[in-house]
């Protein structure tokens, strides 16, 4: 039997553990790289938005208040679309917002925690009852886009979805109140 000396036993341990550092340290550096690369071309961010609301009086006055809810071109321009997330629904159902702008979402919640995506776009996030989540997006592409929820609610969790109708900008056609609509096809 051949006797391995000691000091080459030590230096085999190193060579391994060296090794192994490298290859974690390059899974480290790929991962970060791909999280900073997403974020700056993709706008694919944690959301940082902290705004808290009652989620027992939301419905009844303010921004989430039935009239309110939808899409809206403010007068400055910019858009945005409030939606509420409650077991079983999303409320509305159908929400119109034009392609190749800057859309701001913004989901409650008055019961349970839900949470949404829109297929093929950067929108994911949770709502939390308390606190208003916000997403900052534009739509690329005209289409009838899926939103469903996405975190588990409840018995009706899996009819729990909405359509988001982006339309071409030149066919928006706020009323008075700048207010938009999904139309019917
Ligand atoms: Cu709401 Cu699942």
């Not at 419905?59 to 809206?72: D, K, Q, V």
């Not at 119109?96 to 989901?107: D, E, Y």
């Not at 928006?172 to 999904?182: E, F, T, V």
Request: one cysteine or more; proline letters at 7%.
């Amino acid at each position: 039997m051949t006797q391995i000396h000691p000091e080459m036993h030590e230096r085999r341990i190193l060579g391994t553990e060296l090794l192994w550092a490298f290859g974690v340290g390059v899974f480290i550096a790929a991962t970060l790289s791909l999280v900073i690369f997403t974020a700056l071309t993709m706008g694919m961010n944690p959301p940082s938005n902290v705004e808290r609301i009652d989620p027992k009086t939301l419905h009844l006055s303010g921004e989430f208040a039935e009239h309110n809810l939808g899409t809206t071109v403010e007068a400055d321009g910019t858009v945005t679309a409030r939606v509420i997330a409650t077991q079983f629904m999303f409320v509305p159902g159908c929400i119109a917002v034009p392609r190749g702008r800057p859309v701001t979402l913004r989901f409650a919640s008055p019961d349970v925690i839900h949470g949404l995506l829109v297929t093929g776009t950067n929108v994911n996030t949770m709502v939390i009852p308390g606190y208003v989540s916000q997403v900052h997006t534009e739509f690329q592409k005209t289409g009838d886009l899926l939103m469903p929820c996405h975190e588990y609610c409840g018995l009706g969790h899996s009819e729990m979805w909405a359509t988001v109708q982006v339309i071409p900008d030149n066919e928006m056609k706020p009323d008075p109140q700048g207010r938009i609509s999904c139309v019917q096809r």
